[in-house]
């Protein structure tokens, strides 16, 4: 019989990543009392809606959404966020930097530096005003050398800090979400993946994704040798990344491998206009993906590593 | 049995064991470099690094070089996990540092693999800590284990250093039974392959020094290893860990939806099963099989499923649906090898929390018999428990758990230990 042999068959990779971000998410739901899932618009986290979907279908998420928006993001993915939220029926929760700017708890060096960073801060003032216990995010063990040894859950204290010589060792699939007042759990369900299965993934389920992630024309300044957009406009009306002196605007064909802050997440030269030429272009390409894409990992070796110190997801 | 496994688009879990002066960071930084995972920024940052630190050529092994804060110290304090793919396969690797200090680090790294290479320097041949790795593994159920006989171009690819560390390790290993033979069946597939990491000899391509060997490259024996944990049928084992109640939805149809959400452990499950419900032991049968809403005929292992029954029956988080004729009786007192994790040492008078599948319960010490010192395998009395300290517990437990002996059920037969005033895991645990 056909399906007798099947079932001696082993899961495929994708398959079997699906399943373990299944039981991930199932986890966060039985063990925490407050979940909240962390939601860009990007397609990490937009894989993590459709994992949740095959978690919790028929039934709704058991937990809500959360976006912490920098103000400088791109309109394309602000729509597309309110859009796939709106049509999942899911509640989606908005927390801006700006307003932290406000309050006086995120200062900036200057008025153009980048903010990714600060989104800590404002992350840490939502989940206090929420009371949530842990914050589902979309980060992958490939992504970073600080990564790397990240867990699926990772325990936060009650500044929001990672330590990394104060984690629980992680065996077999028994996840341990548990964390006193205050403290927090940050739960990665797709941590195992790479770039590649993302893109897989997203090819399989037929993904809808925002625009800006297929090639397109657009006006750029190459900055240190990394492309950077020129001219973004945003909601309201103000246009960012304008042209420094001397440098030259061109107009080129390109897509972005991750968005995220304006200021800090360059394109790639591409002509990939749909998701079978990003598997290509992801198979062959030479550089990772952060390594071409976030201008924020380069000022050192331990970049990231010192951010997710303070608090970064 | 007539079934012909292919591997083709499977993902292999596999760990590497040895210490950094083994080769086991040039070893992993060859195979994701020879499998082209390296890309070229990370390659110019390597080896500016390497030149930084006055080398010739670059160090391959920078490629796992690890935190900050562990490059400050020198050590390695963790379990880091790298992936590459040969387009046949995905792989994960669990790269676990290899000191005596750091066995609960290897047992960790072991929890999720299902194939260990354990590493060699043919200059030194079968040393303690080839010993402690073995076992190790061999403790942690890992099916398949690689001997890889390494530095081979350090001994002048002599094949008689090679045939003797072979021979040094096989009678080792047969005498703790990690041998799989006609009287161990739960032993474990060995194999040997004699390699130059740093010279990429053996791993993904064979150069000419060893023509004495005609046996598989490494990477061709981790692109054959089975998938599976193991290939034996293994008894239905299904944890519940949520519960699917939309009966508040608009759509009247769900009004009476009750969802089991889990993941299949072990086993399979087809609709129209007879099932039991532990440990209440109710009966029923299988109505329903869901990913998401996509109904399915059956499920197998390592699926995250929705279980629908025939019959209301009241169950939640940490019930086990099993098959009724492959039920196991709840208990109330295991016995178990623990694994110590944490720094503060057991104390046997405390009250721990034990965590297995997706049920806890509260557990006292019952009585210590031995701990096992992990080089010489002698059991040795104890009355404590300190970090990396492996022995041999028996708990009672305030509720009842749906155990399978770790050996049958890798599943069903690990456990975690949980301190309740930090909150931190402490104890790793194999039902025996």
């Known amino acids: 019989m056909t399906t007798q042999q099947n079932q001696t068959q082993p899961l495929s990779h994708l398959d079997w990543l699906e399943s373990e971000a299944i039981h991930i998410l199932r986890e966060v739901a039985g063990q925490c009392s407050n979940p909240v899932l962390l939601f860009s618009g990007g397609k990490d986290s937009l894989c993590i809606l459709r994992l949740a979907e095959k978690a919790f279908r028929p039934g709704k998420f058991p937990f809500p959404l959360l976006h912490i928006d920098t103000g400088h993001n791109y309109q394309e993915v602000i729509n597309f966020r309110d859009q796939r939220a709106a049509e999942l029926g899911e509640r989606l929760i908005v927390r801006s930097v700006e307003d932290s700017m406000q309050r006086g708890t995120v200062v900036l060096k200057t008025a153009d530096e980048p903010r990714n960073k600060h989104q800590s801060v404002t992350l840490l003032e939502a989940i206090e005003e929420f009371g949530f216990d842990c914050c589902i995010g979309g980060a992958r063990r490939d992504e970073e050398k600080a990564r790397a040894k990240e867990r699926i859950m990772s325990f936060r204290d009650e500044f929001g800090q990672w330590d990394p010589k104060n984690q629980r060792p992680e065996l077999w699939n028994l996840y341990n979400a548990r964390a006193h007042k205050g403290e927090n759990i940050r739960a990665f369900p797709i941590s195992n993946w790479t770039e590649m299965d993302v893109w897989q993934y997203i090819e399989r389920e037929h993904l809808a994704l925002p625009s800006i992630y297929f090639a397109h024309q657009r006006d750029i300044v190459m900055r240190a040798g990394a492309i950077v957009p020129a001219n973004v406009p945003l909601a309201n009306g103000e246009v960012i990344n304008q042209p420094k002196a001397g440098e030259e605007v061109i107009n080129m064909q390109v897509r972005f491998r991750t968005v995220g802050d304006i200021t800090c997440t360059a394109p790639v030269i591409s002509d990939a206009d749909n998701i079978s030429k990003i598997v290509l272009e992801t198979a062959t390409t030479t550089i990772t993906e952060r390594g071409a894409t976030r201008l924020d990992d380069q000022t050192s070796d331990a970049s990231m590593e010192q951010r997710k110190k303070e608090g970064y997801f | ?432």
């Not at chain 2, 060997?213 to 049928?233: F, M, N, R």
């Not at chain 2, 599948?357 to 018999?369: D, L």
Request: hydrophobic share 40%; charged share 25%; net charge negative.
């Open chain 2, 1 to 432: 049995m007539t079934h012909t496994h292919s591997h083709h688009d499977s993902l292999l879990r596999f760990m590497t064991c040895g210490s950094v002066d083994d080769g086991k960071s040039t070893l992993i930084g060859r195979l994701l470099y020879d499998t082209k995972t390296i890309l070229a920024d990370t390659l110019t940052q390597i080896s500016n690094t390497s030149k930084k630190r006055g080398m010739e050529a670059v160090d391959l092994s920078l490629l796992t070089d690890g935190l900050q804060a562990e490059r400050e110290q020198g050590i390695t304090i963790d379990v880091a996990y790298r992936y590459f793919s040969t387009g046949t396969r995905k792989y994960i690797i669990a790269d676990a540092p290899g000191h005596e200090q750091y066995t609960r680090n290897m047992v960790t790294a072991a929890s999720t693999a299902n194939l260990a290479i354990i590493l060699i320097d043919a200059r030194k041949g079968v040393l303690t800590q080839t010993r402690r790795h073995s076992y190790l593994a061999h403790l942690v159920g890992i099916p398949h284990i690689v001997v890889a006989v390494n530095k081979m171009d350090l001994v002048n690819y002599d094949q008689t250093v090679y045939d003797k560390i072979c021979a040094d390790y096989l009678a080792f290993a047969n005498e703790i039974g990690l041998l799989r033979n006609s009287d161990n069946e739960a032993g474990h597939d060995i194999r040997f392959i004699p390699m130059s990491a740093l010279n990429g000899d053996m791993l993904v391509d064979r150069l000419d020094s060893m023509p004495w060997y005609q046996g598989e490259t490494l990477l061709e024996i981790l692109e054959k290893a089975p998938a599976a944990h193991t290939e034996q049928s293994e008894a239905f084992r299904f944890p519940v860990q949520f519960v699917c109640r939309p009966h508040a939805s608009d759509n009247p149809e769900l009004h009476d939806f009750r969802g089991f959400m889990g993941r299949v452990e072990s086993g399979e499950i087809a609709v129209g099963d007879a099932v039991t419900v532990l440990p209440n032991g109710y009966h029923s049968k299988v109505k329903a099989i869901q990913i998401g809403e996509q109904p399915l005929q059956s499920a197998k292992t390592e699926q995250s499923i929705t279980l629908l029954l025939e019959d209301e029956i009241d169950t939640s988080r940490g019930d086990m649906i099993v098959k009724t004729e492959e039920a196991n009786e709840p208990v109330k007192q295991i016995e178990a090898f623990v694994c110590w994790l944490s720094e503060t040492p057991l104390s046997p008078a405390r009250t721990y929390l034990v965590r297995h599948t997706s049920r806890e319960s509260k557990a006292k010490v019952g009585t210590i018999s031995y701990k096992v010192d992990v080089n010489t395998l002698e059991q040795q009395a104890t009355t404590d428990l300190k970090m990396n300290d492996i022995a041999r517990i028996s708990f009672k437990l305030a509720q009842p758990l749906m155990v399978d002996s770790y050996s049958s059920n890798r599943a069903t037969g690990a456990f975690i230990i949980i301190d309740e005033s930090t909150n931190n895991t402490v104890g790793a645990g194999m039902i025996i």
